[in-house]
């Protein structure tokens, strides 16, 4: 029987797997406070690997609870392993659930581990003339690659695996398989406690196992061994090295009792499948089932859909007139809307059988000219999912909707901002049990993605067609949850008529010049170049800076730098590292400033660079309205709201963003301390209200306070402390963050907040009843109404309650200043509409909009903006706009 032809039998570490999802994935949870993170992050490696590798058999290993015979030899065996936390420990019995539904077998050995089931059915595997794969994120697993069994180690968190084999092995370390049990002996393993050789790491252990084979043949020509240290070291601790190998060799004869037919790959349990689904909210992974298990709607549901030729458009219109109201989504021929061109578009009223225009087969500019006055009568509702996207479609149409009355991805949002996928199958299933045409099952993922374009009409008319009857389907019952939830004004005032505001951002974009971006792309490779050539003089050698195992080297090894901290492969000189290392030696401030540098260069100006459309010379950035828990508006593609103000070559990236031509300049209108302002209005708390209301310097204020001091003697450090406390009470900061923010001790940071607390005693209680009704309720809210639910509260993990309690404190004030410039950004856009102004709102970073105001409008530009966003949402306090104007981002700031 040849290769292609053999079984194949998978074997999954499933203690390993999903540990690696846990701690991979934010804690995610179920509005009931199930905790998901760990079993959807498992879900989502299982499936990517069953794509990837058809199997006959395959089962699931966990280790059991109790001691093994590993113990057993060495009482401290896995002793100082941290233990799971229980939002872990929940997880495991609902995997073990889902496996069950899903036929797939599951192993457990009193007295040994997962890796020795994996041992033991591997070589089983492979006596029978089995291909076996064995999957985990345990490289101990290594040992037991072979010509017949491949190892698939997790990477990157859950997104990536590698393939070993037993050449790829030899290739990459230099040593077979079977020596890794070896190297085990050598150089011991922290995680599980098991000692090695002191002074042996993996450089030096397979440098001796190139020479000496096995570690019992390196014992017998210990004299030939190089190096005092290490000769010493070895002879020192020979048991332990012996002791240490027979703890991280994996059993390949443990007693299983199973017969491979309970391995076979069966079909699923699908309705249980789907029952556990749903329970957990895992509405993405219901794509994975086969489209004839899962339910289509009720029984009497028919998919019917009328495609239209020959632009007979007049059926169409005869119903938009009769009902003055229509559901509509285009078709594009990528995912990404704002680069590609359309394909088609479909529209349905009422009940009626829904409509597919397809513009291979109709006239676009027909269409445009026979549906614009539809689309732009405020007498005639509209309907949508994802609307932005079909609003950016009209625009490129030269066509300004009006009455866009439903967006089931806004409202869906407004009722779960923690909502994972809010696509209209995942919508469908949750108000109607019926999913869709799923657009992976259509076009395929990853590199065999295939276009929109290269499916046939009738497809593509289904797969609209059926996400407008959705979109119908859902509208009652998700207007009627927002009606429930008192959010009528946040949904029709401001996220709604919000999608109209960022689709026309999004189409006009931020002109940026080329050639500013060139000239500090070079001016930052100089300082590269020049900072390079300072850390190879300080380090005494050329190596590669970007390598961390280098770069380790050189600090550690060669420098005698104080290690902070090691990871598995090596040193670690992460970021947290460095800082901690300032002021050891002059090479470490090079090596900060030469990491800025780099990211600067590479993502601000190479990533800006190649964003920059052709055509137009400008970026038009994707703004995502539904991704953050708090509110928040979003930017991709690129991040615009991320682009570096720290530091002053930072700042510089900012003169590239132009306005469009001569005859406009940009205006940029910024919320003055906006968060501390909500915090004053919600808390009461006379101090602080009067301090804003005297218009104060709110950080020299509260250094007076905590200080207790007069305003004269407040020194710029002391308002430096201080406004770093009036932030971090925002965020719900600890003493220890402080004191880190700050470089000071605990001591001193607690007491700086202590006296914080004591003078603002409004703010004080604030966050200890705001966190008493998070845990009441479930969830707290903004001054709009907006709700963010927190699980984390009922945790018994006191890091993950603390979490909790932090996102309490948070979300109303950061929540609440969302709202806020979301109603300033809805009505500055209305109005320059309604008085007909050549200005345009172009871009929105946190609390900051900025307008591209026509030279000769920019006195009434700027006092409008001003009055809008100090008079947007009435508080107790005021609101207060600084303004600037400039001829780039650089200039206005």
Known sequence: MNKEQREKLMIIDGNSLIHRAFYALPLLSTKDGIYTNGVYGFLTMLYKIKDEYETDYICVAFDKKGPTFRHEAFDLYKANRQSTPNELVQQF??????????????????????????????????DKGMEVILVTGDRDYLQLASD???ILITKKGITELEEFDREKIIEEYGITPDQFVDLKGLMGDKSDNIPGVPGIGEKTGIKLLKEFGTIENLYDNIDKVGGKKTRESLIEHKNTAILSKTLGKIIRNAPIDISFDQLRSAEPDWDRLKELYTTLEFNSLLSKFPQHNIEIGEPDYKMEYIIIEDNDFNPIIEEIEREKAFYFKFLFEEDNYIKSPMLGIGIKTGDHIPYYIDFSQNEIEIFKEMFKGYFESGEVAKYG???????????????????????????QYLLNPA???????????EYLNIYGIDSESLIGKGKSKKSYKDLSVDTRAQYITQALDLIHGVRRPIIEKIEEYEMTELYYEVELPLVEVLANMEYIGFKVDLDVLNRLGEEFQEKINKLTEEIYSLAGREFNINSPKQLGEILFDELNLPIIKKTKTGYSTDAEVLEK???????????????????????????????????????HSSFNQTVTNTGRISSTEPNLQNIPIKTEEGRKIRKAFIAENEDYILVDADYSQIELRVLAHISKDPKLMEAFHQDEDIHTKTASEVFHISIDEVTPLMRSRAKAVNFGIVYGISDYGLSKDLNISRKEAKAYIDNYLKNYENVKKYMEDIVKVGKEKGYVETILNRRRYIPELKSKNF????????????TPIQG??????????????????RRNLKSRLILQVHDELIIEAHRD???????????????????????????????????SM
């Open 385 to 411: 999912h994802m609307a932005k996207m079909d609003v950016f479609a009209l625009l490129t149409l030269d066509i300004n909707i009006n009455n866009l009355a439903f967006d089931s991805v806004i409202g």
């Open 93 to 126: 019995p609902i995997i073990r659930d889902i496996l069950s539904a899903m036929n797939i077998a599951q192993l457990e050995l009193d007295g040994y581990e997962a890796d020795d089931i994996a041992g033991t059915l591997s070589q089983i595997g492979e």
């Open 799 to 810: 890091s993950v309650r603390s979490f909790g309690e932090r996102i309490a404190l948070n």
């Open 581 to 619: 290392l300032k002021g050891q030696h002059e090479i470490i401030e090079k090596l900060l400033k030469y990491r800025q540098m780099v990211k600067l260069k590479s993502t601000y100006i190479d990533g800006l660079v190649n964003m920059v459309d052709e055509k137009t010379s400008k970026i």
């Open 816 to 833: 609440s200043a969302a709202d806020i410039i979301k109603v300033a950004m809805v009505k500055v856009f209305k109005e320059l509409k």
């Open 148 to 150: 017949n069994t491949k």
């Open 857 to 891: 409008e920019v006195e009434e530009v700027k006092n409008l903006v001003r009055d809008i966003m100090e008079n947007s949402v009435k508080l107790e306090i005021p609101l207060k706009v600084d303004l600037k104007t400039g001829d780039s981002w650089y200039e």
């Open 419 to 429: 909502q994972s996928d809010y696509s209209i199958n995942v919508l469908g299933k």
